[in-house]
Structures are given as structure tokens and as C-alpha cells.
């Protein structure tokens, strides 16, 4: 998390003294392009929705904007605004009409709506067709700051792009943004839990639609024209080849997709229709061998490298003391037949002698183990897991109980732990375990216990269970068993 | 009755032909998606870049080699269906087990690279394909004159359409095609052999768009646009028709074209939009499209 934070503090650093080094206009356009991939991922990344059709929304929000500003003579921030709101408007409307379909349906009637906007783009009196809108000016800001300086309306973009990005960050973390996720998984679930999911999915359509308009508001006063360019399908595609390339629902992906795409426009506009032979090309690179995008890949990279730090030789003193303690305890229980009351005193016992210590357990860098129940709404047994693995030093997620099958592989996927804690009553269960285990991280192990596991003898090998176990003390040497594995 | 309106009988007639013609090509397009979509799963977006494929083969074979219209009409359905089955078992063969989605992307993908291509070496402006000698001149029908090629156009597609229909309704193999979109696996259980049949659907259904590009080239110009700006197009048709069913798809993509043909006699200006406007009404009233079902 650290990490994280002072990677986002030295992207913002480095976005401030930027236009010293590279062209400000290059930079402004790369932002504009950021913020629409930014928005187009809510639907794309947390909602599972395709809109090929989001140039609409970029370029009718840029033409709005663009007249407000020239026409009717209003400042920059008010004119943005109104392209917004026209934009969010629009969205409302299409999002509607769109909602009604899923998937590639849903994929064609977006493309469709915004077909008919470029056609209505092109031949409306107030966007002059071909020429566009030109010459608009960027005009003060609130009235009182001149925009007309590249370097203040570079850091203005800078603000708004920002504040864009936080907006959409909230807006994913927040309890709306955990319905969309479920939306995404599994809808039909996600309704049979009570949630008026259409709602839900049009609400982020409006939002995305409007950021969109924002985005495209901003590229006018940056190149003080609104042209057919942006509101055409090839926009749309390039929104969706951004954020492909950058890494569908990751945080900074879409905008560092933004980023190439906008260089290889500029950099490359020379050489003609090559670059929609090489945007061609790198669409099909990305289906075929690369879908998770840039920054999806280097996520996954580094949380193998932070997983595999565990690996460097601690200080044995206290570990050895640690392990110790440990083995008493096992031993302890070898003869009798603890019961759970036992089991959590023991844990208690350990956690507090670790802590008074500010020990690490058994791991200098602890393990994350994610647990859950899909079956079972009291987690006795999973209470008395999670308390173990406490004692022992192991990083605790609790998923919670009753959990689907789709949300704790979604959670495996994104956190990639080392174990997953699960156990499981019935024996007809086994489908959702076995599809827990295949869509796995080949980084985690299922361990996993309960009745299942103990009427079927086949139960295990059928779900593909990497490591049953029976109770908390053969769990408490796995962990110790594994540990020894690990370092050795 | 033509004079109290205001609009000469030739003029309207042809508009309403002009229609047709359009809706002859939306048929034939949309009823490859819908063949390559029930077998597939995937969404062509390269259906507009075969289309556009074939009009240029007819051209280039025509300007250096002098292969006449008649023989274009079968070899560049050939040589692009070939194509198409070479891009299926490279590309799209990867995908089927995943998210339809990247089946879309793929396509659009390749789309956008077969349509660079063109432009980088033919420019973008059109080129000139002349109409067959064998059917130049005009019908007088007596309320309006009828271009040979025209007639033709509408025939040719009817008739391809309609002998499509006759062999995924009639045959055997359609009936084993119709069973393979239903339930794949369980047809490969009877040892058909499924992923041959998906590999040679994707080439019927590429086959079927460059065919449709040759009848296109002596009318519209031979440009590499050509295709992307008619597939958008019959993609709203498809939204509109519902991909369940192959008389579905072709009956709604003439319907449409004659819609288009009627609103640019009486509205001009919305004769580009009518067909999208088309669709959200009937995304209105009938979500799941005139001829769809709801999955």
C-alpha cells in the first residue's frame, strides 16, 4: 500500500515538472485522451460493459463546449460544464436504450447511437461540417486567469485530470462501485440479492458518458477546435484500444495506454493510414497474447517478485523460539483430543505473547491467507482456522460467510494470496469448490476442511483440494510444515 | 397522386429502388454475421473489411489481370473465403473459450489493419468498376425506368439468400449446422467434426460478404472505406432483425433498406440516421429484436 502511495506521489511530481521537458500540447492532449480511457474503463473494467460508441460522447460533449464558448461567449469552465451536462444527458438517453441488451449486443448498439451522432454531427448547422468548429477561444478561467499560455492551461488540464481520476477512484471504492463489481461477476445473482441492477449499470453509463464530456470539452479549449474527428467511430476504437493496451480495469492503465496511443498519432501522423495498421496490429497483439494490458501485467509481475521476497533467511533466534512454542503446543494435543474452546485459547495465548513481543510469527514478511464459506453460515471451523493462522503470524483477509464462488475467485484473482482458507459442509458443493480451484492464481493453495471432506474420501481429489485438513492442529503443522518447505 | 405530393413518380420509384438495392447488401451481409455468429460466437467486425475485400478483387483482377465480372463473381468469394478460413484457424480459433467481447476486438483489430493496408497502397478515393456489358441499359416499366444491373443486383442477392436458407433449412448439413449452434459438443459426441464445420462456416460467411462486394463494386465506388461505413450500418440492422434466425435477418435487412429508400423521398436529412432511429424503437418495444430471442 506504501508503495502504492509513493508511486501515485512521484507520478504527480513527475506530471508537474513534465511540460518543462515535453511538448505541453503533446502532454494536454495525452491527459484529455487519459481522462476518456479512465472513463470508458468504469464501464469496460468494473461494470464488464463494451461501449463502442463512447467517441460520441467525447466528441458532441468537444462540439457543445466548443460553442459555448464561441458562440455564446461563456468561460472555459462554464462551457466545459455545459458539454458535460449535454454529454451526461446523452449518455442518459443511450444508456437506457442500451442497457436493454448485454454483451456484443450491447457492444453494436452503442456503435450504432454513435454512428447516428457523427451523421447528425455532420450535417447540423452549428458544427460545420468538415470545417468544424474553429478558432474557439480558450478565454480566462473563472474570468480571471488567461488560459491562453500553454503552461497555464497545461496545469489546468493537469487539475481537471486529476480530479477526474480521484472522482472515479471514489466512485469505484464506494458501495455503489462494490454493486457494479457484482454486476459484472454475476448478475443474475446480483438481482436474486435484491439490487435493481439496470439501475445500477445505467447510473455508471451517465457518469462514464459525462467524464467522457468532460475529457472532450478539454481537448477544445487545448486545441481550440472541434472537428468530426472526434465524435467518429475510429474514436471509439481508440478509446477501447487504450485501455486494452494500458490494462482494462486497472487504475493507471487506461491512462498510460492514452498515453502511447496519443504518441504514436503524433509521432508517427507522417507516415498516413500505418497508423491504423499499427493500432490494427497492436488490437490483435493484445487479444491474442497480452489481455491484460500493460499495467495488468506489471501488477502481476510485481506481486510474484513481493511474494517471492518471502523467500531471503530471517534472523533464526526469535523464529526458533517461535517454533518452539509451537510444537509444545502440538504436542500438547497429540494425546488428548483438543476441543475448539482449546484450539482458540491456544491462539489467543499465541497472539498475545507475539504482540507483546511485536514478534513476527513464523514469517518475517507473513504469508496472506483469504478465507470464506460458501456453505456454511456459522464458520466454527473457519473461526478456529483464522485464529490459528493469526497466532502463527499468516495475514488474515476474511471474505466473510455465504460467499459465491465468482466473488472469492474474483478476490484470489486481485489479491493473489498465498492460501485460501475455506470450508465447506455439503457434498454438493463440489462444483463451486472445483471452479474455485481452476480459476485459482497458480500462486495460491486451497486448504480446506470440513464434513465434505470427511463423508466423501473422493471429495478432495475431485474439487482438486490442494490440502485438506482435519483439524486446527493439523493445520497449525501445515503451516509449520510449509514454513520449513519454503526456507529450505 | 404522385403530382399531389409533390414528388415526380421517377423520382420516387427510384429512391424506393435505390432502397432495395441497399437493403439487397444489408441482407446478405447481415445473414453472414448471423451464420458466423450462431456457430461462432463471434461478432464479424471484419465482415465489413471482406466485403470491401471483395470489390477490390473483382478491380484487381479486372485492371491487370482482365478477368471479366462474371468470373470475379466466383473467384473473389473464393479467394476471400480462403482468406477468411486462414484468419479463422490464426486468430479467432484462440478465442472461442473466452468472453465474446475479445471475439469483437479481435475482429475490429484486423479490420482496422486490412483497411490501413488498402489505403496506404490505393489512396482513398474511389476507383471505377463499369457494369458488365451484358447488363447495361433500361427497363421502361412504364412508371419508371429500371436499370439492368439494378434488377440484377436484387435478383442475385434474393437468390443467394434464398439458396442459403434452402441449405441450413433443408439439407442435411444445415441440419447438422443448425444442431452445432445448438449444442456443440453434444453433435461432436456423434463424431461430426465440429471445428472443421466452424472453420468452414467462418469461410461461407466471408465468402458470402465478398460476394456482395463484387455486386456492390460496378455501383458504389471500389474504396477502402466501403466497408466500414456499411458495416456500422448493418450491424443496427442485426440489432434490429435478432440473430436467431437466417429468414429473420434477411427479410429485415430489405425491410430496412426499403425504410431508407422512403425517407429519402419524403425526409432527405434523416436518411442516413432513419436506420439507427429504427433501432432504438425497436429496442423500445421489442428488446430482444423482431426475429431474437432473449438468451
Not at chain 1, 20 to 33: A, D, Q, T
Not at chain 1, 384 to 389: H, M, S, W
Not at chain 2, 284 to 290: C, S, W
Request: one cysteine or more.
Amino acid at each position: 500500500m506504501r508503495h502504492i502511495k509513493m508511486g501515485h506521489i512521484a507520478l504527480l511530481a513527475a506530471g508537474l515538472v513534465a511540460p518543462y521537458f515535453i511538448y505541453p500540447v503533446f502532454l494536454m492532449k495525452s491527459l484529455c485522451f487519459a481522462l476518456f480511457a479512465a472513463a470508458f474503463n468504469l464501464l469496460l473494467g468494473y461494470v464488464g460493459l463494451l461501449s463502442f460508441g463512447h467517441a460520441a460522447f467525447f466528441g458532441f460533449g468537444a462540439y457543445v463546449c466548443g460553442h459555448a464558448a464561441k458562440i455564446w461567449g461563456l468561460t472555459p469552465e462554464l462551457a466545459m460544464l455545459t458539454g458535460t451536462a449535454v454529454g451526461s444527458f446523452m449518455g442518459l438517453l443511450f444508456g437506457w436504450l442500451a442497457i436493454r441488451r448485454q454483451g456484443i449486443y450491447f457492444a453494436m448498439i452503442t456503435l450504432a447511437m454513435a454512428q447516428m451522432v457523427y451523421f447528425f454531427c455532420v450535417q447540423a448547422p452549428f458544427t460545420h461540417g468538415e470545417d468544424g468548429i474553429q478558432a474557439i477561444p480558450r478565454g480566462f478561467l473563472f474570468g480571471l486567469i488567461d488560459l491562453n499560455s500553454n503552461m497555464t492551461l497545461y496545469y489546468f488540464v493537469l487539475t481537471v485530470f486529476v480530479l477526474g481520476l480521484l472522482f472515479l477512484q471514489r466512485i469505484i471504492h464506494s458501495p455503489f462501485g462494490h454493486v457494479l463489481k457484482a454486476v459484472r461477476e454475476n448478475e443474475p445473482r446480483a438481482i436474486s440479492l435484491g439490487y435493481k441492477t439496470h439501475r445500477y449499470k445505467l447510473l455508471a453509463f451517465v457518469l462514464s458518458a459525462g467524464i467522457s464530456s468532460l475529457a472532450g470539452s478539454m481537448k477544445v479549449l487545448v486545441f481550440q477546435l472541434a472537428s468530426l474527428t472526434d465524435v467518429h467511430w475510429h474514436a471509439s476504437g481508440e478509446v477501447v484500444l487504450m485501455t486494452l493496451l494500458g490494462g482494462v480495469g486497472t487504475v493507471l492503465g487506461p491512462a498510460v495506454g492514452a498515453f502511447i496511443v496519443a504518441a504514436i498519432q503524433n509521432y508517427l501522423a507522417q507516415i498516413g493510414a500505418w497508423v491504423t495498421i499499427i493500432q490494427g496490429v497492436i488490437f490483435v497483439v493484445c487479444v491474442l497474447t497480452f489481455r491484460r494490458g500493460i499495467i495488468g501485467e506489471l501488477e502481476a509481475w510485481w506481486l510474484g517478485r513481493t511474494r517471492s521476497r518471502n523467500d531471503y533467511a530471517p534472523d533464526p533466534g526469535p523464529f526458533m523460539e517461535f517454533r518452539q512454542k509451537l510444537l509444545d503446543c502440538l504436542n500438547g494435543w497429540e494425546s488428548t483430543s483438543p476441543t475448539r474452546e482449546s484450539y482458540l485459547n491456544a491462539a489467543r495465548e499465541l497472539t498475545t505473547w507475539r504482540s507483546d513481543r511485536n514478534h513476527p510469527g513464523l514469517w518475517a514478511l507473513p504469508p496472506l491467507m483469504l478465507t470464506a464459506t460458501i456453505d456454511d453460515g456459522l464458520g466454527h471451523g473457519l473461526e478456529v482456522i483464522e485464529k490459528l493462522a493469526e497466532a502463527a503470524g499468516v495475514r488474515i483477509h476474511s471474505l466473510g460467510l455465504l460467499q459465491s464462488p465468482e466473488s472469492i475467485s474474483e478476490a484470489c484473482r486481485k489479491l493473489a494470496p498465498r492460501f485460501l482458507g475455506l470450508t465447506v459442509l455439503q457434498l454438493d458443493s463440489d462444483d463451486w469448490v472445483a471452479d474455485i480451484v481452476r480459476r485459482l492464481p497458480s500462486s495460491t493453495l486451497l486448504v480446506a476442511g470440513g464434513p465434505a471432506f470427511q463423508y466423501d474420501e473422493d471429495f478432495a481429489r475431485r474439487t482438486g483440494t490442494h490440502v485438506v485438513i482435519k483439524n486446527g492442529a493439523a493445520f497449525l503443522q501445515f503451516l509449520m510444515e510449509w514454513e520449513e518447505r519454503a526456507t529450505a | 397522386m404522385f403530382e399531389m405530393i409533390g414528388i415526380p413518380p421517377q423520382a420516387f420509384f427510384g429512391q424506393l429502388l435505390l432502397g432495395v438495392i441497399n437493403g439487397s447488401f444489408y441482407a446478405v451481409l447481415s445473414l453472414g454475421l448471423a451464420l458466423i455468429f450462431g456457430l461462432l460466437n463471434v461478432i464479424n467486425f471484419t465482415h465489413g473489411a471482406q466485403y470491401m475485400l471483395g470489390a477490390y478483387v473483382a478491380w484487381l483482377s479486372m485492371s491487370y489481370a482482365g478477368v471479366n465480372y462474371w468470373l470475379s463473381l466466383l473467384i473473389a468469394p473464393v479467394v476471400v473465403g480462403t482468406f477468411g478460413i486462414l484468419m479463422e484457424r490464426l486468430f479467432l480459433r484462440w478465442l472461442y473459450k473466452l468472453d465474446h467481447l475479445y471475439g469483437l476486438l479481435l475482429t475490429f483489430g484486423l479490420a482496422l489493419i486490412i483497411e490501413g493496408v488498402f489505403r496506404q497502397f490505393f489512396g482513398i478515393s474511389g476507383q471505377p468498376y463499369p457494369i458488365p456489358p451484358q447488363l447495361t441499359g433500361l427497363q421502361n416499366l412504364g412508371f419508371m425506368f429500371l436499370p439492368n444491373y439494378r434488377a440484377w443486383v436484387v435478383m442475385a442477392s434474393l437468390f443467394i439468400c434464398l439458396s442459403t436458407w434452402l441449405v441450413i433449412e433443408k439439407t442435411r448439413l444445415g441440419a447438422y449446422l443448425r444442431a452445432a449452434t445448438e449444442n456443440p459438443t453434444l453433435v461432436q459426441a456423434f463424431g461430426i467434426n465440429v471445428p472443421l464445420m466452424i472453420t468452414l462456416t467462418y469461410g461461407l460467411g466471408v465468402a458470402l460478404a465478398a460476394f456482395a462486394g463484387v455486386l456492390a463494386a460496378p455501383i458504389y465506388q471500389v474504396k477502402p472505406t466501403m466497408g466500414a461505413d456499411m458495416i456500422i450500418v448493418v450491424f443496427a440492422v442485426v440489432v434490429i432483425g435478432g440473430m436467431g434466425s437466417i429468414m429473420g435477418s434477411v427479410i429485415t435487412g430489405f425491410i430496412l433498406g426499403l425504410l431508407e429508400g422512403l425517407t429519402k423521398v419524403f425526409y432527405p436529412e434523416a436518411s442516413n440516421t432513419i436506420i439507427f432511429v429504427a433501432m432504438a424503437v425497436v429496442l423500445l418495444i421489442k428488446p430482444a429484436g423482431l426475429f431474437g430471442r432473449i438468451n
